[in-house]
Nanobody, 120 residues
Framework: VQLQASGGGLVQAGGSLRLSCAASGRTNMGWFRQAPGKEREFVAAINWSAGSTAYADSVKGRFTIARDNAKDTVSLQMNSLKPEDTAVYYC??????????????????WGQGTQVTVSS
């Protein structure tokens, strides 16, 4: 599984960005982020069929994860961005079925990360 994340950038608080991750195969997908000096944390996840999604409390209602299996892509639509959303965002994947997965150690493959900066 090769992952390629894109779509990061600089945006003002209250703005929106859309991240995309190209992935192949029937995989469970997740987005994580890591701010300077902090541990990598869960943001959102979607299972292989798109029948199950999960969100961190900090982004619930503002971020939406979706997938297009025909195009082998997963997106993260981020609205109402806040300065505390500033981080490097990583997409992750793991083969298999079941529900959306929240834990870092449940993912086998990671993308290279894309920077999201939200100015106040």
């Amino acid at each position: 599984v090769q992952l390629q994340a894109s779509g990061g950038g600089l945006v003002q608080a209250g703005g929106s960005l859309r991240l995309s991750c190209a992935a192949s195969g029937r995989t469970n997908m997740g987005w994580f982020r890591q701010a300077p000096g902090k541990e990598r944390e869960f943001v959102a996840a979607i299972n292989w069929s798109a029948g199950s999604t999960a969100y961190a409390d900090s982004v619930k209602g503002r971020f939406t994860i979706a997938r297009d299996n025909a195009k082998d892509t997963v997106s993260l639509q981020m609205n109402s961005l806040k300065p505390e959303d500033t981080a490097v965002y990583y997409c992750a994947a793991t083969p298999g079925y079941g529900l959306a997965r929240r834990r870092l150690n449940e993912y086998d493959y990671w993308g290279q990360g894309t920077q999201v900066t939200v100015s106040s």
